[in-house]
T-cell receptor, first 113, second 115 residues
Framework: GNSVTQMEGPVTLSEEAFLTINCTYTATGYPSLFWYVQYPGEGLQLLLKATKADDKGSNKGFEATYRKETTSFHLEKGSVQVSDSAVYFCALGSGGGADGLTFGKGTHLIIQP | DTAVSQTPKYLVTQMGNDKSIKCEQNLGHDTMYWYKQDSKKFLKIMFSYNNKELIINETVPNRFSPKSPDKAHLNLHINSLELGDSAVYFC??????????????FGQGTRLTVV
């Protein structure tokens, strides 16, 4: 079956630090990959996505590259802000009707001023 | 305009009660879902509903029953609530079930507390 593994937090960084959140996956076929973000008390928002190998998704300064050879989709940002504090979820969608999205366990990111 | 809206946002109820959570999407999507987020933030799909076909996740107790009056609505009814049902429930929708259509749009969540 499908699975997503991501580093668990909390991850605490200082403002303007470089961020990497690791994500690896196991899936049959060629899934689409996503990063979702959940701010405190809110629902999930799509942060970025990639639908095929070597695609790079980017949004709000965040980037992730679909690496088929390493089955990875690591999230990076060059300079984080306090407002980036949230829970980040890596997810995959393989198109199975009953499967929906398979999520990682989420990484709680805390940015200190 | 809110793309996926669910009500209520908070729901506190006693054990044994029956409750419903409503969800509506205005994106014209064919597929809707219910996800459960536990206290550790882990998200797991409960149901998906595509063009009036319900696909049941077998790990969900049969006390949980989704109802879809039309393509834009997917409500979740829960019978005989238990303490372990306390969680945040998210409704979501996507354009379809093919690999290129699995991007999901989520509602704001309903925090259910069973006391």
């Amino acid at each position: 079956g499908n699975s997503v593994t991501q580093m668990e937090g909390p991850v605490t960084l200082s403002e303007e630090a470089f961020l990497t959140i690791n994500c690896t996956y196991t899936a049959t076929g060629y899934p689409s990959l996503f990063w979702y973000v959940q701010y405190p008390g809110e629902g999930l928002q799509l942060l970025l996505k990639a639908t095929k190998a070597d695609d790079k998704g980017s949004n709000k300064g965040f980037e992730a590259t679909y690496r088929k050879e390493t089955t990875s989709f690591h999230l990076e940002k060059g300079s984080v802000q306090v407002s980036d504090s949230a829970v980040y979820f890596c997810a995959l969608g393989s198109g199975g009707g009953a499967d929906g999205l398979t999520f990682g366990k989420g990484t709680h990111l805390i940015i200190q001023p | 305009d809110t793309a996926v809206s669910q009500t209520p946002k908070y729901l506190v109820t006693q054990m044994g009660n029956d409750k419903s959570i409503k969800c509506e999407q205005n994106l014209g999507h064919d597929t809707m879902y219910w996800y459960k987020q536990d206290s550790k933030k882990f998200l797991k799909i409960m149901f998906s509903y595509n063009n009036k076909e319900l696909i049941i996740n077998e790990t969900v107790p049969n006390r949980f029953s989704p109802k879809s009056p039309d393509k834009a609505h997917l409500n979740l009814h829960i019978n005989s609530l238990e303490l372990g049902d306390s969680a945040v429930y998210f409704c979501a929708s996507s354009a379809g079930t093919g690999r290129m259509n699995t991007e999901a749009f989520f509602g704001q969540g309903t925090r259910l507390t069973v006391v």
